[in-house]
């Protein structure tokens, strides 16, 4: 089968707009390239970097859907790029291996991309650090390779609070690499629910490559806020890697979940006074935690 991939290159403010559209016009499947994430930020530049690019996936003779994508960046009064090219199934699944190798995530996790396992620089730096966790990962078409700062805020925060035996919920668990953590870290209960099959289908690769010490209740669905499943559970701990938009959006069903804590992110820096905002308003409770990486955000919320 073959497939044509567009190569977005767009700038990084409208990224989270043009993802919501892919969303909603049901691509085959996409991706953001963030091997260059560590990249110091150019001189001036503003809260986010300027540029990204969004590989976009569609069926082979599907122009309807390349003509729509175009219209959309072409409205955003943005400069952009897009290269479009026919790859064979076997480049549409597998474009993104050759940016993604073994790297550290804090003190505790080793993140190691599938194919990589036995691989000498995963074996050293499992070998230089010693008490960390391997955690393995084939992201596919779902978001959440680790290498992006909200993961990193939220898998290096979650080694700090997340027990033995809590029960975790993850919204929009995208590649379930936040699910695995959790599991790693000895949860005994991890409900993850994503809207996107894509991410369905990669989380359940992904925890069986996983090798965890506990027994763990794990359940995996797909819909949104309005999946009664979610309602069904009292928990320790929410992770909620999500934009702004979509928290904003969704902020009276995420307060009638039933947990002491919640750990969000995916929020820019000067979207956290109007975040806080917003929680105060919906959610009883206080900001326990706070920290930021290159203008990216995570809040850790308490409930009283």
Same mark, same amino acid.
């Not at 809040?299 to 308490?302: G, N, Q």
């Given at each position: 089968m073959r497939y044509r991939e567009l190569k977005c290159n767009l700038s990084k403010e409208i990224a989270e707009d043009f993802t919501n559209f892919l969303d909603i016009l049901q691509t085959e499947g996409y991706y953001e390239i963030l091997f260059d994430s560590y990249q110091p930020k150019k001189e001036n530049e503003g809260i986010l970097r300027e540029?990204?690019?969004?590989?976009?996936?569609?069926?082979?003779?599907?122009?309807?859907?390349?003509?729509?994508?175009?219209?959309?960046?072409?409205?955003?009064?943005?400069?952009?790029?897009i290269e479009s090219r026919i790859v064979e199934t076997k480049e549409f699944e597998e474009a993104y291996k050759e940016f993604y190798k073994p790297f550290v995530i804090g003190k505790k996790f080793v993140v190691i991309p599938t194919w990589e396992k036995?691989?000498?620089?995963?074996?050293?730096?499992?070998?230089?650090?010693?008490?960390?966790l391997p955690l393995y990962m084939n992201p596919g078409l779902a978001f959440g390779t680790g290498h992006h700062e909200t993961t990193q805020l939220m898998l290096s925060q979650m080694t700090k609070i997340l027990k033995p035996n809590m029960k975790v919920l993850d919204i929009g668990t995208g590649s379930g690499i936040l699910s695995i953590g959790a599991a790693l870290?000895? !949860?005994?209960?991890?409900l993850a629910i994503d809207i996107d099959p894509n991410a369905?289908?990669?989380?359940?690769? /992904?925890?069986?490559?996983? +090798?965890?010490?506990?027994?763990? /209740?794990?359940?995996?669905?797909?819909?949104?806020?309005? +999946?009664?499943e979610i309602?069904?559970?009292n928990y320790d701990?929410?992770?909620?890697?999500?934009?702004? !938009?979509?928290?904003?959006? /969704?902020?009276?069903?995420? !307060?009638?979940?039933?947990?002491k804590i919640f750990l969000f992110s995916g929020i820019i820096l000067e979207k956290k006074q109007e975040f806080l905002e917003l929680l105060s308003k919906h959610i009883e409770g206080e900001l326990s935690y706070f920290d930021e990486l290159n203008e990216w955000i995570i809040?850790?919320?308490?409930r009283k």
């Open positions: 540029n990204t690019t969004i590989n976009v996936y569609l069926s082979e003779n599907d122009l309807e859907k390349e003509l729509k994508i175009y219209i959309f960046l072409k409205t955003q009064g943005k400069d952009f790029f036995d691989s000498q620089q995963a074996k050293n730096l499992l070998e230089t650090f010693p008490n960390s870290l000895e !949860a005994s209960f991890i369905i289908k990669a989380t359940q690769y /992904n925890w069986s490559e996983n +090798h965890f010490s506990n027994k763990i /209740n794990f359940l995996l669905k797909e819909g949104s806020f309005d +999946h009664p309602y069904k559970y701990l929410v992770l909620a890697n999500i934009t702004y !938009a979509v928290i904003s959006q /969704n902020i009276k069903q995420i !307060a009638e979940i039933s947990s809040l850790e919320w308490k």
